[in-house]
C-alpha cells in the first residue's frame, strides 16, 4: 500500500491555466494535467492506495461552495481512491459549524495555505480554526515554510508554528515540506521531534522545468538524501507521512527516490503507508 497525503486536482475547465501559471511563477513543471483523471490515471501506473486532495480556499465567501462539492463527491472519491480534504478560509465567519459539517459527512481533515490566503499561520484568525479542527478531530495539513511560488514573506516560519504548538496543542496538525520548505537548519534545531507531523512533499529530488526554461533557482534548497534521512529519525519516522505534492512531482518516481534515500524498509514502509493510515484512521485500509 502506499499514501500519498499532499496533492492537487482542479477543475477541468480552469486546470491547463492553472497548473501553467502556476508552474512558470514556481519554476517547475507538473506531472499530470492537474486534473482528477489526471490524477488517477498517475495513481493506477504507479500503484498509489490512496491520494488525499488538497484544496486552497483563497475567498472566504468559497468555503461553503467547496465544501458541498466535497461532501457531494466523498463516496465516488473514495471509491477511487480519492480522499478529499475540505476548504478553510481565515476570514470564514463560522468556524465551528463548518468544520463540524465537515466532519459530519466523513470528511478527514482540511488544508490551509497561509502564503495564498495572506495570513500568518499564528494569526488568531487561524489559531480559531485549528483549535476548532483539534477539538473536532480533523487532521489540518497547513503549508510550511516558504512558498516558491509567493516571494518575500514567509506566512508559516518556524517561529510561528511553534506559537501555534504553544497556544492550540493541536493534535493533528501535519506541516508540509517536512515542516518548513527552506528552512530546513532551523526545522532541525527547533522543531523536529515536536507533536507535529511532517509530510515529505517537494522535498527531496530534482525539480523538473518546462523544456527552454532555465532550472529552477530552488533546485539546490531541496534537501539531500543524508539530511533527509537525518531529520526524518530526529523527528521521528514514526510522524513523517509520504506526499508528493502532485502535480507538482511524479508519483512513481518519489516512491522510488524515497525507497533509494537510506531508510530501513521498517521506516520507508511507516513512511509511505502505516503512519498516514493510522492518521487517516484507514482501519479498513486495502493493501
Same mark, same amino acid.
Given at each position: 500500500?502506499?499514501?500519498?497525503?499532499?496533492?492537487?486536482?482542479f477543475?477541468?475547465h480552469?486546470?491547463?491555466? *492553472? @497548473?501553467?501559471?502556476? $508552474?512558470?511563477?514556481?519554476?517547475?513543471?507538473?506531472?499530470?494535467? $492537474?486534473?482528477?483523471?489526471?490524477?488517477?490515471?498517475?495513481?493506477?501506473?504507479?500503484? =498509489?492506495?490512496?491520494?488525499?486532495? !488538497?484544496?486552497?480556499?483563497?475567498?472566504?465567501?468559497?468555503?461553503?461552495?467547496l465544501?458541498?462539492?466535497? @461532501?457531494?463527491? !466523498? !463516496?465516488?472519491?473514495q471509491?477511487?481512491?480519492i480522499?478529499?480534504?475540505?476548504?478553510?478560509?481565515?476570514?470564514?465567519?463560522?468556524?465551528?459549524?463548518?468544520?463540524?459539517?465537515?466532519?459530519?459527512?466523513?470528511?478527514?481533515?482540511?488544508?490551509?495555505?497561509?502564503?495564498? %490566503?495572506? /495570513?500568518?499561520?499564528?494569526?488568531?484568525r487561524?489559531?480559531?480554526?485549528?483549535?476548532? /479542527?483539534?477539538?473536532? $478531530? &480533523?487532521?489540518?495539513? *497547513?503549508?510550511?515554510?516558504?512558498d =516558491?511560488?509567493?516571494?518575500?514573506?514567509?506566512?508559516?516560519?518556524?517561529e %510561528?508554528?511553534?506559537?501555534? =504548538?504553544?497556544?492550540?496543542?493541536p493534535?493533528?496538525?501535519? &506541516?508540509a515540506?517536512? $515542516?518548513?520548505?527552506?528552512?530546513?537548519? %532551523?526545522?532541525?534545531?527547533?522543531?523536529?521531534g515536536?507533536?507535529?507531523?511532517?509530510?515529505? /512533499?517537494?522535498t527531496?529530488?530534482? &525539480?523538473? *522545468?518546462?523544456p527552454?526554461?532555465?532550472?529552477?533557482?530552488?533546485?539546490?534548497?531541496?534537501?539531500?538524501?543524508a539530511?533527509?534521512?537525518r531529520?526524518?529519525?530526529?523527528h521521528g519516522?514514526?510522524?513523517?507521512?509520504?506526499? *508528493?505534492?502532485?502535480p507538482?512531482?511524479?508519483?512513481?518516481?518519489y516512491v522510488?527516490?524515497? %525507497?533509494? =534515500?537510506? &531508510?530501513?524498509?521498517?521506516?520507508?514502509?511507516? @513512511?509511505?503507508?502505516?503512519?498516514?493510515?493510522?492518521?487517516?484512521?484507514?482501519?479498513?485500509?486495502?493493501?
Amino acid at each position: 500500500m502506499i499514501i500519498d497525503i499532499h496533492t492537487h486536482i482542479f477543475p477541468r475547465h480552469i486546470a491547463e491555466k *492553472t @497548473i501553467e501559471k502556476l $508552474g512558470r511563477a514556481a519554476h517547475i513543471r507538473p506531472h499530470t494535467d $492537474g486534473t482528477l483523471y489526471g490524477l488517477l490515471v498517475s495513481m493506477r501506473h504507479h500503484r =498509489i492506495t490512496y491520494s488525499v486532495t !488538497l484544496p486552497a480556499v483563497t475567498n472566504p465567501n468559497s468555503v461553503e461552495h467547496l465544501n458541498d462539492t466535497v @461532501i457531494k463527491k !466523498l !463516496l465516488p472519491l473514495q471509491n477511487q481512491g480519492i480522499l478529499p480534504f475540505g476548504g478553510m478560509h481565515p476570514d470564514f465567519p463560522h468556524v465551528r459549524r463548518e468544520l463540524l459539517r465537515l466532519k459530519n459527512a466523513g470528511i478527514k481533515g482540511i488544508k490551509l495555505h497561509p502564503a495564498y %490566503q495572506r /495570513a500568518d499561520l499564528d494569526d488568531p484568525r487561524n489559531l480559531r480554526i485549528l483549535y476548532e /479542527a483539534s477539538d473536532l $478531530g &480533523l487532521v489540518v495539513l *497547513t503549508h510550511a515554510g516558504v512558498d =516558491i511560488s509567493v516571494n518575500g514573506y514567509d506566512y508559516a516560519s518556524v517561529e %510561528q508554528i511553534l506559537h501555534v =504548538i504553544k497556544d492550540v496543542q493541536p493534535s493533528k496538525l501535519v &506541516l508540509a515540506h517536512m $515542516g518548513g520548505w527552506g528552512n530546513w537548519a %532551523q526545522v532541525e534545531s527547533d522543531l523536529a521531534g515536536a507533536p507535529v507531523w511532517l509530510d515529505t /512533499a517537494f522535498t527531496y529530488g530534482r &525539480l523538473d *522545468t518546462y523544456p527552454g526554461m532555465e532550472p529552477s533557482p530552488h533546485e539546490n534548497t531541496v534537501l539531500a538524501p543524508a539530511d533527509f534521512t537525518r531529520l526524518a529519525r530526529k523527528h521521528g519516522t514514526d510522524k513523517i507521512l509520504f506526499g *508528493t505534492d502532485s502535480p507538482w512531482q511524479d508519483q512513481g518516481e518519489y516512491v522510488s527516490r524515497l %525507497q533509494d =534515500i537510506g &531508510l530501513s524498509g521498517r521506516e520507508t514502509d511507516a @513512511i509511505l503507508w502505516k503512519n498516514a493510515a493510522r492518521l487517516l484512521d484507514l482501519s479498513d485500509s486495502k493493501s
